[in-house]
């Protein structure tokens, strides 16, 4: 089985401090893991993606992501928040290719001026 | 096209009726998917399409949802009798078999009344 578990389903920041998002996972195989961005009344849209090459992942926006095998983890950080940054994210993973993809609860990011 | 296309964008319809959503993904995905996001929630995994195998329908929530794919392209997801509690926005995403991440349309709003 495959699940996903965001901790903190509110994470508030002050513009320019650091962003840290959490994702754990259980996976009985290597997983494809991914992060999700929504923003305020539009579609998801992909952040980046682990898939097994870089353990340290970057993404658009300045996001990037590590995979930690040995934690289970795949936590999503950016140095500095901008007040753009002010979304819904969900971290996903899929166990392989040919099975499907399950999300997170998602975390909103509040990003203060 | 483009990405993938959901129609309609928002449907209100009265309490019993039965709906149906549209999903059109983006040309030579193999793989689909249809998810339910409820207010303040995650998504909800419903069902997986990928090329000519058996769905996986491990995530609908009653019998009263059913969805199919025609010719390994477009697909409906079929609301029966609905209920109040199947207000959400349902969002379907395809990807390439041979590639992960998943690509999501803008989504349905169900309203039911």
């Known amino acids: 089985a495959q699940s996903v578990t965001q901790l903190g389903s509110h994470v508030s920041v002050s513009e320019g401090a650091l962003v840290l998002l959490r994702c754990n996972y259980s996976?009985?195989?290597?997983?494809?893991l991914f992060w999700y961005v929504q923003y305020p009344n539009q579609g998801l849209q992909l952040l980046l993606k682990?898939?097994?090459?870089?353990?340290l992942v970057k993404g658009i926006n300045g996001f990037e992501a590590e995979f930690k095998k040995s934690e289970t983890s795949f936590h999503l950080t950016k140095p500095s928040a901008h007040m753009s940054d002010a979304a819904e994210y969900f971290c996903?993973?899929?166990?392989?290719?040919?099975?499907?993809?399950?999300f997170g609860a998602g975390t909103r990011l509040t990003v203060k001026p | 096209g483009a990405g993938v296309s959901q129609s309609p964008s928002n449907k209100v319809t009265e309490k019993g009726k039965d709906v149906e959503l549209r999903c059109d993904p983006i040309?030579?995905?193999?793989?689909l998917y249809w998810y339910r996001q409820s207010l303040g929630q995650g998504l909800e995994f419903l069902i997986y399409f990928q090329g000519n195998s058996a769905p996986d329908k491990s995530g609908l929530p009653s019998d009263r949802f059913s969805a199919e794919r025609t010719g390994g392209s477009v697909s409906t997801l079929t609301i029966q009798r609905t209920q109040q509690e199947d207000s959400a926005v349902y969002l379907c995403?395809?990807?390439?078999?041979?590639?992960?991440?998943?690509?999501f349309g803008q989504g349905t709003r169900l309203t039911v009344v």
């Open positions: 995403a395809s990807s390439l078999e041979e590639n992960t991440e998943a690509f």
């Open positions: 996903a993973v899929r166990m392989g290719l040919g099975n499907d993809m399950r």
């Open positions: 682990y898939t097994s090459a870089a353990t």
């Open positions: 040309s030579g995905h193999t793989a």
């Open positions: 996976s009985s195989v290597p997983p494809y």
